[in-house]
């Protein structure tokens, strides 16, 4: 069955410092996966898919299929980036289905 | 400039009375979902449409429904809402292809007393 591991509650870390968030997953097929972020009174909005490739806010991730990880890194924190992040994984055809992560509170003090 | 509404965002209700959320968006998405987030947990998927197509997960309790009467609306019923029920649902849409990203709505927090 499909899972998505993020072992960590919460990372706290100075402004400036690097910022590593773990997810590791686990899904017979193809994996598609990504990276959604809540803001405090936001709604939850994407951040990045691995498809794409990109940096977003200076975050980037990549898939490692053999290590089965997709982990969220950004060299320098800010703290506007003090947020709840879910990693994500796509699953169930064209249906675009996602089974969620249990969360990282990344906290980013001054 | 909202694109996936959710009305209300706080609801009460008591033990046993149905109650009915309700999810709108502006975006024409194909597919809208329904998800329920406990405190401290993941965002868990209930059901989905796509279009009219009714998809159920497997360990959805069946005191739980949703209607979808146009590509705009989308509602969730609970039919005896129990205290566990008590929780933030989420509605998104995605257009079912291409990217598959997902736009949610803001939660509407479900009291149960």
């Known amino acids: 069955a499909q899972r998505v591991t993020q072992p960590e509650k919460l990372l706290s870390v100075f402004k400036g410092a690097p910022v590593e968030l773990k997810c590791n997953y686990s899904?017979?097929?193809?994996?598609?996966l990504f990276w959604y972020v809540q803001y405090s009174r936001q709604r939850l909005q994407l951040l990045l898919r691995?498809?794409s490739r990109e940096s977003i806010k200076g975050f980037t991730a990549d898939l490692n299929k053999g290590e089965t990880s997709f982990h969220l890194k950004k060299p320098f924190a800010q703290e506007e980036d003090s947020a709840m992040y879910y990693c994500?994984?796509?699953?169930?055809?064209?249906?675009?289905?996602?089974?969620f992560g249990q969360g990282t509170t990344l906290q980013v003090k001054p | 400039d909202a694109m996936v509404i959710q009305n209300p965002r706080y609801q009460v209700t008591q033990f046993g009375k149905p109650v009915t959320l309700s999810c709108s968006q502006t975006?024409?998405?194909?597919?809208m979902y329904w998800y329920q987030q406990k405190s401290s947990q993941a965002p868990k998927l209930l059901f989905h449409?796509?279009?009219?197509?009714?998809?159920n997960e497997a360990d959805t309790p069946d005191n739980f429904q949703s209607r979808r009467p146009n590509t705009s609306f989308c509602f969730l019923d609970i039919r005896s809402p129990g205290l566990g029920d008590a929780a933030m649902y989420l509605c998104?849409?995605?257009?079912?292809?291409?990217?598959?990203?997902?736009?949610f709505g803001p939660g509407t927090r479900l009291t149960v007393t």
């Open positions: 899904y017979s097929g193809s994996p598609e």
């Open positions: 998104a849409t995605s257009r079912g292809s291409g990217t598959y990203e997902q736009y």
């Open positions: 994500a994984l796509r699953f169930g055809g064209n249906t675009g289905k996602l089974i």
């Open positions: 449409y796509y279009d009219k197509d009714f998809n």
């Open positions: 691995h498809i």
């Open positions: 975006l024409n998405h194909n597919v």
